[in-house]
């Protein structure tokens, strides 16, 4: 069944109009044999009581707030076209603030005041931008986006390009300036009803979500606290369709494996006196980690570097290095670096424990030592979020889209709504759907894009307006 369009599809392909279902029931059942008119009784009854289906409609002023995104559809395509066409890789400071310029004239029309915060000039990053309106009615909202994207200047440009009716391509299309434009969108449809008056709510699109500037307790200082000061957490990362959003995503830390052993000739390898050297050393390691960590759901590490041999540099700003490797001496010292993923701070501690452990036991002649460095903390599911994913399941069945449902953490990477996760309700994945990220060829979904505004629109005025 899809929510308002009040259908449902039984068995035999025999579908019903829960429109007529009060008035021609009794046609329909008496046409119907007596244990198939039961088994339609019971789908009624369900979808009537536990679905609310005649009880939520769409009310006439979320109507409005469709009917006017639907006719400026072409304006939103623009505004992303724009966007897309200005490269604004996260390294690209005047590429970040020129994309922030353009939207921040756009909140200036749906009624917010904005303004650019600075980062220090050793992080190299180029800013944020927030818009604010400031109000007392319904929850404070706080709605989460980035400028940036992950193609710097020196990387093929890709403009925003129609591949067809319902597909265009471009760098950053859908991540994630396509979701920028879904919040913008939605705003201006809102401030141009009159329906943001009194509400509360600041917009932050960082400039440097896809590489953050490092310390991120600077860089983020100003995100957290100002997310603190609100009640609910929208996040416009890529959208998995229409019927899915992000009520959890994983962490992720990294970490990094030193050892070191006994050198000498090869032919003595093994022995007492020799002993393994580190290489084989490593190779123990890496693959105890497999075998004991990795079928534990929502956790993944991965050894993204390696490097020893009978002499080695490791660069470790750069993450590169150099090693020579000379079959007939045991290996002295080794070098592996990697990340590690998770879903709660609690999954986290414990894989790091047994990590530990496992490195403790050293092959004879070895030594070896594991360090850890956190990263983005992990946005852990909690009954909050599902609170706020049960306004948007209401939403998109009034909508006619059918139901939402929270998708699966482990799809989805770390992200900015990680930082706040702990201090309010959360959802992320509201942004514009579409294939490929991070890759050239990155394309949206124009079919969905409209969709996904009014979604955004319905959902913003009924947190900010309770019933």
Not at 53 to 59: E, G
Not at 87 to 112: H, I, P, R, Y
Not at 249 to 265: D, I, M, N, Q, Y
């Amino acid at each position: 069944m899809r929510g308002a369009c009040n259908t449902i599809l039984l068995k035999n392909d025999t579908i019903f109009s829960l429109r007529y279902c009060r008035k021609h029931l009794l046609l329909i059942l008496a046409s119907t044999n007596i244990c198939f008119m039961k088994k339609i009784l019971i789908v009624v009854a369900t979808l009537l009581v536990t679905n609310n289906i005649f009880s939520q409609p769409l009310s006439d002023t979320e109507k409005k707030i469709i009917s006017y995104i639907n006719r400026h559809i072409p304006d939103s395509e623009k505004l992303l076209a724009d966007a897309v066409n200005i490269n604004s890789g996260s390294l690209n400071k005047a590429g970040v603030k020129q994309v922030g310029d353009v939207f921040a004239k756009e909140f200036v029309l749906a009624g917010f005041s904005t303004e650019w915060v600075n980062l220090p000039d050793s992080l190299n990053r180029a800013g944020h931008l927030v818009a604010i309106r400031k109000g007392k009615k319904g929850k404070k909202v706080f709605i989460i986006g980035h400028l940036d994207t992950v193609f710097e200047p020196d990387m093929p440009f890709s403009p925003y390009t129609r591949l067809n009716d319902s597909t265009a391509t471009g760098q950053g299309a859908s991540d994630m300036k396509g979701g920028d434009v879904v919040v913008i969108a939605a705003l201006q449809a809102l401030q141009s009803l009159e329906l943001l008056n009194d509400a509360s709510i600041t917009v932050y699109f960082t400039g440097d979500e896809e590489k953050a500037g490092i310390p991120t307790s600077v860089s983020r200082k100003d995100f957290i606290e100002r997310a603190k000061t609100c009640d609910v957490a929208l996040a416009f990362e890529g959208a998995n369709g229409l019927n899915s959003v992000a009520t959890a995503r994983r962490g992720s830390s990294g970490w990094k494996l030193h050892v070191t052993a006994k050198t000498g000739h090869s032919s003595g390898v093994f022995t007492k006196g020799s002993g393994y050297g580190a290489i084989y050393e490593s190779a123990r390691i890496l693959n105890r980690f497999r075998e004991e960590l990795s079928t534990e759901k929502y956790l993944t590490f991965n050894p993204g570097l390696i490097i020893g041999g009978s002499d080695m540099q490791y660069d470790e700003k750069k993450s590169k290095g150099e090693a020579i490797g000379k079959t007939n001496i045991i290996s002295p010292e080794v070098v592996v670096t990697g990340d590690l993923r998770f879903l709660t701070e609690a999954q986290k501690e414990s894989a790091r424990n047994k990590m530990r452990a496992i490195v403790a036991q050293n092959l004879n002649g070895s030594k070896a030592t594991i360090s850890f460095q956190d990263g983005i903390p992990a946005m852990e599911p909690t009954e909050g979020n599902n609170r706020i994913l049960k306004i948007i399941d209401q939403t998109t069945k009034a909508m006619g889209l059918g139901a939402t449902q929270a998708g699966d953490p482990g799809s989805r990477g770390a992200g900015d709504i990680s930082y706040i996760a702990k201090y309010l309700d959360c959802v992320d994945g509201l942004g514009a759907s579409g294939r490929g990220a991070h890759a050239p060829g990155e394309t949206i979904n124009l079919k969905e894009f409209p969709f996904l505004i009014q979604r955004a629109a319905i959902l913003i005025y009924r947190l900010t307006n309770p019933q």
